[in-house]
């Protein structure tokens, strides 16, 4: 982190986000992740509508219950397998699609 960031002292996270996505580089980063958080907010979403513990989600599913919550934690890369289960153990589909990116680069043509 440089000096200018911490010279800030941001007062809470939100903030901190902010700034941070004021660089570029950071932005880029961020957005290219946001479908993965989208999709894991939406199975955390629908787990805890049904009132299934991550415990009982893993045994529908036969495996454990750490492998859901890094699922879940987003520190894993789960394979599109795993998601498929964990969305069919939860009464969901996953639909994937293949699009352009919003930016493409220039003189690239799809």
């Given at each position: 982190?440089?000096?200018?960031?911490?010279?800030?002292?941001?007062?809470?996270?939100?903030?901190?986000?902010?700034?941070?996505?004021?660089?570029?580089?950071?932005?880029?980063?961020y957005?290219?992740?946001?479908?993965?958080?989208?999709?894991?907010?939406?199975?955390?979403?629908?787990?805890?509508?049904?009132?299934?513990?991550?415990?009982?989600?893993?045994?529908?599913?036969?495996?454990?219950?750490?492998?859901?919550?890094?699922?879940?934690?987003?520190?894993?890369?789960?394979?599109?397998?795993?998601?498929?289960?964990?969305?069919?153990?939860l009464?969901?589909?996953?639909?994937?699609?293949?699009?352009?990116?919003?930016?493409?680069?220039?003189?690239?043509?799809?």
């Open positions: 982190m440089s000096e200018d960031m911490l010279a800030k002292n941001p007062t809470d996270f939100e903030q901190f986000e902010a700034d941070l996505l004021q660089r570029p580089r950071i932005r880029k980063e957005e290219a992740l946001q479908p993965k958080y989208d999709l894991i907010r939406a199975l955390i979403k629908r787990r805890k509508r049904l009132r299934i513990s991550q415990a009982q989600l893993a045994r529908m599913i036969g495996t454990q219950q750490p492998a859901i919550s890094r699922l879940e934690a987003g520190d894993y890369n789960a394979t599109l397998d795993t998601l498929f289960k964990v969305a069919d153990g009464g969901l589909d996953v639909c994937l699609r293949a699009r352009r990116k919003k930016e493409s680069r220039e003189g690239v043509r799809s």
